[in-house]
């Protein structure tokens, strides 16, 4: 998976490289899908939700060129797999899902595979999780129309949020907080389920 779907197509970071390799992606999927776990595509779970295939968390968790002891923050927990991979690069990783069984089953999960240390909230991700900001990275694996504000807000100096935007064309943007401003870079098409946002939207 990692030499054919990151390495050949681009995704270089060897502490990614290493970090996918080490991350038992079967587990974090359906049972009767695990066939399927590390192929060039993306995997339903419960719930119409997907875990993302292999090249596209590879990209979005190099894109956040995060440094050793970074806080990073997850919007769409969903089996977990992408927290585990976070966890093994970053210092500390912190992941919100809307979804309330979602996020007990990835609790458990990773919890037996020994990522107890991974700070899991239930509830809408929009808004972020102020008190433990600023983070060096967020990600975000849902497609928004546009940059939730709050979470740009909860970027250090220098840290990036990694979202797609869109609705039916969706594009992944790397968005980097400067001290005067912020870079936009658009990247390439990617198709995500749509973020869920709260009623009054923050």
């Known amino acids: 998976m990692v030499a054919e779907q990151l390495r050949a197509r681009g995704v ?3 502490r990614v490289c290493a970090a996918m390799e080490k991350v038992p992606r079967h587990l974090f999927v359906p049972e009767d899908a695990r ?9 339903r779970l419960a719930e119409g939700q ?13 894109a956040l060129a995060l440094r050793p002891g970074a806080r990073v923050l997850e919007i769409g927990t969903g089996s977990g797999y992408q927290a585990a991979v976070l966890a ?17 089953a990835a609790r458990r999960l ?3 595979l020994g990522y107890g240390g991974i700070r899991l909230r239930t509830g809408n991700g929009a808004g972020g999780w102020d008190e433990a900001a600023p983070f060096d990275g967020i990600v975000v694996a849902a497609a928004a129309e546009v940059v939730p504000p709050r979470l740009v807000a909860q970027l250090a ?40 946002w709260p009623a009054e939207r923050v």
Do not use: K, N
């Not at 093994?88 to 007990?104: C, D, S, W, Y």
């Not at 401003?181 to 098409?189: A, K, L, Q, S, Y």
């Open 157 to 196: 100096v220098g840290g990036r949020l990694v979202i797609p935007i869109g609705t039916e064309e969706q594009r992944l943007h790397t968005i980097e907080r400067l001290a005067d401003g912020i870079r936009d870079v658009p990247e390439f098409p990617v198709r995500f389920v749509p973020f869920v």
């Open 110 to 112: 990773l919890a037996a």
């Open 88 to 104: 093994e690069i970053a210092g500390e990783v912190f992941t919100i899902e809307v979804r309330p069984r979602l996020a007990e």
């Open 50 to 62: 997907t875990v993302s295939q292999p090249y596209v968390v590879g990209y979005m968790t190099a």
């Open 12 to 14: 270089s970071d060897e």
């Open 35 to 43: 066939a399927e776990a590390y192929s060039d595509w993306a995997v």
